[in-house]
Nanobody, 117 residues
Framework: QVQLVESGGGLVQAGGSLRLSCAAS????????MGWYRQIPGKQRELVAA???????TYADSVKGRFAISRDNAKNTVYLQMNSLKPEDTAVYYC???????????WGQGTQVTVSS
């Protein structure tokens, strides 16, 4: 059974940095797309950043220039480096993998990021 395990969330002051990691356990095979989403209570989950199998990243406008997504295919792991954090970045962050051969989608359990002002 495939599980995505996230780590790296926490509490940080505005202007600080955090690095999130998400690794797949179990036999998942090749992963086409990896991404990070975030959700605030009462709001829809939104895409923060995504990276395809050839390594080209995309970002939400709100995080461009501050966040960087990267992937390690050998480890089935995706990272999100978050710099210059703002209070409005406070949310639960979820990783998302889309498998190559059947496009099955997997979600992490979520990790809380809290940015204090």
């Amino acid at each position: 059974q495939v599980q995505l395990v996230e780590s790296g969330g926490g509490l940080v002051q505005a202007g600080g940095s955090l690095r999130l990691s998400c690794a797949a356990s179990g036999s998942i095979g090749s992963i086409k797309d990896m991404g990070w989403y975030r959700q605030i209570p009462g709001k829809q989950r939104e895409l923060v950043a995504a990276i395809g199998s050839i390594g080209i990243p995309t970002y939400a406008d709100s995080v461009k220039g501050r966040f960087a997504i990267s992937r390690d295919n050998a480890k089935n792991t995706v990272y999100l480096q978050m710099n210059s954090l703002k209070p409005e970045d406070t949310a639960v962050y979820y990783c998302n993998f889309r498998r190559e051969w059947d496009t099955s989608v997997y979600w992490g359990q979520g990790t809380q990021v809290t940015v204090s002002s």
